[in-house]
């Protein structure tokens, strides 16, 4: 049966702790030295529709280290730009690739790709879910904590970040607190999948109490692509959800930012840069997290 990971539930918390522990090894190889070539001769498609700096980098550098190959593709390049079916281009994909990494607006485009494809699919970002990132986060908590016995507080908006986040956290055993102004919360869907997998994820909408005695702070852009109509609103309401050394006061807690950051924004210039962010290891680890995933389900 081909896997598709479109969101971080279609992995169970068994195949979770299997993803991450195979990261966990061929980021150590990396680190070492080792040549590892897991996927010798594969070709990874990659489909943007949105500009990506992370995303294409890890997935392509990710399949070279693994002895594969990365196809940067585009809408405006393809026949999905002339009006060709999102359906057909999937299954002409699949008879030429071994997987197809795909990064839309629309999440229901990404599911109707996954639908037709025969060769696993992964959704590398969409409106509704980041599943990658998610991978990447739980890899960085388990490294720098030694496990997941660790309380997380995310503040700021409830995005596709927060969403995956959200879910993963459940799978993982993370204690969650989310903090978000009224309107922009994770929806109560995310946190009816959040706690059908055995989490309890708390929502408040003081910054200040989702960070008291927290192991780490998770922050996001307030302003995400598509959303820039609304950039006025969006900052008004987000007014005290600023990481910044007022906030965070005297805790020690880490800071995580799955970047690009806006600095001034939802996070400070000094935060970025202070000794209590792990986010440069969190973007590394894309690139092992999903090469962790790769190896596990591209045959």
């Not at 190889?29 to 897991?38: E, L, W």
């Not at 660790?150 to 903090?179: H, Q």
């Not at 910054?207 to 922050?219: E, F, K, L």
């Not at 799955?258 to 440069?280: F, K, M, N, Y």
Request: charged letters at 25%; aromatic letters at 6%.
């Amino acid at each position: 049966m081909t896997r598709h990971l479109l969101d971080i539930d279609d992995l169970d918390p068994d195949e979770l702790s299997t993803v991450l522990d195979r990261a966990a090894e061929l980021k150590a190889a990396h680190h070492a030295g080792d040549p590892y070539r897991n996927l010798p001769d594969r070709t990874l498609a990659m489909l943007f529709q949105k500009p990506s700096t992370r995303t294409r980098i890890s997935f392509e550098t990710g399949m070279t280290r693994l002895g594969g190959h990365a196809i940067m593709l585009s809408p405006e390049h393809m026949q999905l730009g002339r009006g060709e079916p999102i359906k057909d281009t999937a299954r002409a994909l699949s008879a030429y690739v071994d997987a197809v990494m795909i990064r839309l607006s629309t999440h229901d485009d990404i599911v109707e790709f996954a639908d037709y494809a025969s060769v696993p699919t992964i959704n590398g970002l969409s409106d509704d879910a980041h599943p990658c990132q998610t991978l990447a986060d739980l890899l960085t908590i388990r490294e720098t904590f030694g496990g997941f016995d660790v309380t997380v507080a995310w503040v700021g908006d409830g995005n596709n970040v927060a969403r995956s986040f959200t879910v993963g956290a459940a799978m993982a055993g993370l204690d969650l607190r989310i903090a978000t102004p009224d309107g922009y919360g994770v929806g109560d869907g995310v946190l009816e999948r959040a706690r059908t997998t055995g989490g309890d994820p708390t929502v408040v909408d003081d910054p200040a109490a989702a960070i008291d005695g927290a192991d780490v702070v998770y922050t996001d852009v307030w302003v995400s692509m598509g959303d820039e109509p609304e950039k006025e609103e969006r900052l008004a309401a987000f007014e005290g959800y600023q990481l910044n050394s007022e906030l965070l006061g005297d805790t020690d807690a880490k800071v995580m930012h799955c970047l690009p950051a806006h600095r001034g924004q939802e996070i400070t210039d000094e935060v970025v840069e202070s000794d209590r962010a792990i986010v440069w290891q969190q973007a590394e680890n894309r690139m092992h997290a999903q090469n962790g995933w790769l190896v596990e389900f591209v045959d």
